[in-house]
């Protein structure tokens, strides 16, 4: 667009130089010339075309001296298309064919180099800007690699806290097991022995009331450090250690977004123990897929095998660890399928739990 707008306004200052020069109605002729020459080139952008057409225009002008004022708009083609050091000499050739009038002359040395200049300087901008969009593009593309990689570490620091909250939990659960139950454990073994050893009839309703009351103490414990400890498990970790500590090669995925309750991960984890010895102990696989997906309304677990041995029919009895397995399911009311074809599959669906209204 920029380069049309020097033609444009090039064309109108040789125009008027050579309507000063003379005015007769061969301008329009080469005018028309120059507007068909200059078109081809802007179409066809061919250096050598270029080069043809401005010599055959300029072998025609050679015959028609007006013709060469119009010269100076075909070089900003030729200087679209060579560098400088071939074309700083045609102003100077355009001065010495230009030979009407001193002031013709000078004007046409003047719209020749103008013509240049403008064209290489638009050039020079045209590099510039793509070798901006380059640098804008290459900042974009190392912002988005930035901003990826601090997500991955806001990502990493999260779970880095999170694991390090559950093994908190974990060392709370056990430190609380090894000292306060341990001694309320001591204190109740005292105190049965105190009962034992007692004469006095007033005694034994208060010491019966401390027994009951360190019973319920120790019952008290004994949940929270069963929920400590449940809270503590991260199911993703648990599974992803399990599966290391087999002999087969695993491929896990994990597609959990919410918190699932203590219940369902023993049972899966229970479960994904008891696949994995069933595997080992039954077939020939040596590759295990384990996939755990969350719905709104239920989880799916699936287990496979790429085992190739067909089941014996005792095999194909459910044995104790398979009916484990469909019981535990069956208590959390959900699905279960186990197939031995093509490999040993468990297909697993668990509801989740309703929550209960607020009243």
């Given at each position: 667009?920029?380069?049309?707008a020097?033609?444009?306004?090039?064309i109108?200052?040789?125009?008027?130089?050579?309507?000063?020069?003379?005015?007769?109605?061969?301008?329009?002729?080469?005018?028309?010339?120059?507007?068909?020459?200059?078109?081809l080139n802007?179409?066809?952008?061919?250096?050598?075309?270029?080069?043809?057409?401005?010599?055959?225009?300029?072998?025609?002008?050679?015959?028609?001296?007006?013709?060469?004022?119009?010269?100076?708009v075909?070089?900003?083609d030729?200087a679209?298309?060579?560098?400088?050091?071939?074309?700083?000499?045609?102003?100077?050739?355009?001065?010495?064919?230009?030979?009407?009038?001193?002031?013709?002359?000078?004007?046409?040395?003047?719209?020749?180099?103008?013509?240049?200049?403008?064209?290489?300087?638009?050039?020079?901008l045209a590099?510039?800007d793509i070798?901006?969009?380059?640098?804008?593009?290459?900042?974009?593309l190392?912002k988005k690699?930035?901003?990826?990689?601090n997500?991955?570490?806001?990502?990493?620091?999260?779970?880095?806290i999170?694991?390090?909250k559950?093994?908190?939990r974990?060392?709370?659960?056990?430190?609380?097991?090894?000292t306060?139950?341990?001694?309320?454990?001591?204190?109740?073994?005292?105190?049965?022995?105190?009962a034992?050893?007692?004469?006095?009839?007033?005694?034994?309703p208060a010491?019966?009331?401390?027994?009951?009351?360190?019973?319920?103490?120790?019952?008290?414990?004994?949940?929270?450090v069963?929920?400590?400890?449940?809270?503590?498990?991260?199911?993703?970790?648990?599974?992803?250690?399990?599966l290391?500590?087999?002999?087969?090669?695993?491929?896990?995925?994990?597609?959990?977004?919410?918190d699932?309750?203590?219940?369902?991960?023993?049972c899966?984890?229970?479960?994904l123990?008891?696949?994995?010895?069933?595997?080992k102990?039954?077939?020939?696989?040596?590759?295990i897929?384990?996939r755990?997906?969350?719905?709104?309304?239920?989880?799916?677990?699936?287990?496979?095998?790429?085992?190739?041995?067909?089941?014996?029919?005792?095999q194909?009895?459910?044995?104790?660890?398979l009916?484990?397995?469909?019981?535990?399911?069956?208590?959390?009311?959900?699905?279960?399928?186990?197939?031995?074809?093509?490999?040993?599959?468990?297909?697993?669906?668990?509801?989740?739990e309703?929550?209960?209204?607020?009243l």
């Amino acid at each position: 667009m920029l380069k049309l707008a020097i033609k444009i306004l090039i064309i109108l200052l040789v125009t008027a130089n050579a309507l000063a020069v003379i005015a007769t109605p061969t301008i329009i002729i080469f005018l028309l010339m120059l507007i068909t020459t200059s078109a081809l080139n802007q179409y066809y952008k061919l250096s050598k075309l270029t080069l043809i057409l401005t010599a055959s225009y300029t072998m025609v002008a050679l015959f028609y001296p007006l013709a060469l004022t119009f010269l100076p708009v075909l070089f900003v083609d030729v200087a679209t298309h060579f560098p400088p050091k071939y074309t700083f000499f045609l102003p100077l050739i355009l001065t010495s064919l230009t030979a009407i009038t001193q002031q013709a002359t000078f004007f046409g040395f003047l719209m020749g180099v103008t013509a240049l200049m403008l064209t290489y300087m638009l050039e020079r901008l045209a590099e510039f800007d793509i070798i901006n969009k380059e640098i804008r593009d290459l900042n974009a593309l190392q912002k988005k690699a930035l901003l990826t990689k601090n997500q991955q570490l806001y990502e990493g620091q999260t779970e880095a806290i999170y694991l390090t909250k559950l093994a908190e939990r974990n060392r709370i659960a056990r430190d609380i097991h090894d000292t306060i139950g341990h001694s309320l454990s001591r204190a109740l073994l005292q105190t049965g022995a105190l009962a034992a050893m007692n004469q006095n009839e007033a005694l034994k309703p208060a010491i019966a009331q401390l027994k009951a009351t360190l019973i319920e103490s120790m019952n008290a414990v004994r949940k929270g450090v069963h929920d400590l400890k449940d809270d503590s498990i991260d199911l993703q970790s648990a599974i992803a250690q399990i599966l290391a500590e087999s002999d087969f090669k695993t491929t896990f995925n994990y597609d959990v977004f919410g918190d699932v309750t203590h219940v369902v991960k023993n049972c899966l984890l229970a479960i994904l123990k008891e696949s994995l010895t069933n595997s080992k102990k039954h077939s020939d696989a040596t590759q295990i897929f384990v996939r755990i997906v969350e719905h709104p309304r239920m989880y799916q677990f699936l287990i496979v095998d790429n085992g190739t041995k067909k089941p014996t029919l005792a095999q194909n009895q459910v044995g104790i660890g398979l009916q484990n397995i469909k019981e535990r399911i069956s208590e959390l009311k959900g699905y279960c399928r186990i197939e031995h074809q093509d490999g040993f599959k468990i297909f697993i669906t668990i509801p989740k739990e309703k929550e209960l209204p607020t009243l």
